[in-house]
Structures are given as C-alpha cells and as structure tokens.
C-alpha cells in the first residue's frame, strides 16, 4: 500500500474527475471498525502530488487505521449501520470535504 495516503484536504487538493461522472473529493464507505462501532472513511486518497486513489475496502480500512494511528485524528464513528449511512449522505448533500475535514 502506498504511504503518504491523505483524506482529502480543501487546502492541499482540487476535486478531480475519478471516474464517477464528475468531480470528487471523496467516497465514503460505512464499515465496522473491528471494535465494535461503524465509522465512516474515505474510500479515496490522496497521495502527496495531489493524485487521488481509490482504495477497494479491505485497504481503505488498512489506511484509515494507519491514518489515525499517525496521525491521532479520527474519523467519526456511529452505533448503527444506518446512522453512518445517514451522516454520510448528510455530508454529502452539504458539500462533503470542500466543506469540512473528514477526519478529526
């Protein structure tokens, strides 16, 4: 897996066209976090050159873990399946990272 893999950040990336029919700055995925809460994490990273990567689930996770382990920022966790999709769609709908960090 790539280091130096980033959720996006509106003061170092520019949405780009990933392949899903227009600009993005990310794609949430809602999983278990392998403790017992569902979080929301980006599916999409950026590299360092401001390239994004789309990770299929099983690396997001891997680096999503790494990335917190790093860096103490956290993504946000949920009690419910259904409450992580909700937020997501919710973040979604207001703008997603163009708006506001990811990870905290």
Do not use: C, H
Request: proline share 8%.
């Amino acid at each position: 897996m790539p280091m130096g893999l980033m959720p996006f950040d509106p003061q170092k990336n520019k949405p780009q066209d990933i392949g899903k029919g227009g600009p993005s700055t990310e794609v949430l995925i809602t999983e278990y976090d392998g403790e017992g809460r569902v979080w929301n994490i980006p599916s999409v990273w950026w590299d360092d050159e401001g390239r994004p990567l789309e990770l299929d689930t099983k690396n997001a996770v891997a680096v999503a873990k790494d990335y917190e382990r790093q860096t103490g920022k956290m993504f946000p966790r949920f009690d419910s399946l259904e409450e992580g999709v909700r937020a997501a769609k919710k973040r979604s709908k207001k703008g997603g990272a163009t708006k506001d960090l990811l990870a905290k």
